[in-house]
């Protein structure tokens, strides 16, 4: 059965065509600079119809959708319904649901009778506990608005959590483990017997570790005087903390690990400054989430910085490792979200 994984971004395409249950991959590319001035690809309905003119054809699609909010918990067959729901979940994610929205609508609407399956970012944290979802506010903010801590990178979690059992050699329901995903946004889990049991992102992803250009974990406070003090808007604010903060604020070097690093070695002071928060945090979290799973079997490292990164992975697991009980393996496993996707828009299809 060929598979195509559609992860449709604002202004990209980015897609694989899958055999399954082989897994190889028959093609795969990218499509940038959708609707920007000069580009050949006015909208994202142009841009699918280009990606399916030079496939062979297809018997499935699955699609990335960021947010699920509290309506989807598991791959799911999209229908007229689905879509509605998923409209509905974008007031929670308006850069990504409606960009993901459009690659469904495209299509739908050039291979009308080729099922498609929406793999949402959100669902692998559905089996959060209420206490570690519901935020120290007014209770009612979460009924009347949905405020809770969703999680995302859930797709790349999971991946990361399965194949790790398989290289432990262990079923994933008898394996405590830490996911840490770090790419320009981070993320980490606690997986206990395969299932998420809290995760560092929040209701938005710039809740947790510093990232390339998010803040992480903040005084909500600052927020407020900060928007005080500079006399600016809350879209300016929000600028700030998702786009100027993070590893670049502290900085003023790079977002970029890599280059980051560049100027650490050649002695920047502001360098060495990002970096030791970056790994600081990363290593708190760790520690807290041991402690929730009473246990570690192993701390998966994935994503850019995870997977090519050995400074930092050394770094975080310095003096860690010696404090844990038992010794957990380390290990560094590259993500797939597109194989994740694949397999289960193959399974979700094969039902
Ligand atoms: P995204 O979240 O956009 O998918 P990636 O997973 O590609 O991001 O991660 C991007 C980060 O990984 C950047 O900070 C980059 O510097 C770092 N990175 C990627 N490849 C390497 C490498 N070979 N060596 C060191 N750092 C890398």
Redesign the pocket.
Known sequence: MKILTINSGSSSIKYQLFDMPSKRIIKKGFIERIGETGSKVKNHHEGIALILRNLPSVSAIGHRVVHGAEEFWKPTLIDDRVIAKIKRCSKLAPLHNPANLAGIMACRKILKHIPQVAVFDTAFHHSLPDFAYIYGLPYEYYKRFGIRKYGFHGTSHEYVAHEAAKKLNKPLNKLRLITCHL???CSITAVKHGKSMDTSMGFTPLEGLLM?TRCGDLDPAVVTYLQRRLNVSSEKMDEILNKKSGLIGVSGIS????KLFGAYKNGNKKAKLALEIFIYRIKKYIGAYAALLCGLDAIVFT???GE??AFIRNKVCQGLLPCLRKRPKVLVIPTNEELMIAKQTYEVIKR
């Open positions: 790419g320009n946004g390339g977002n970029d690990m890599r994503a850019g910085i090519n990164q």
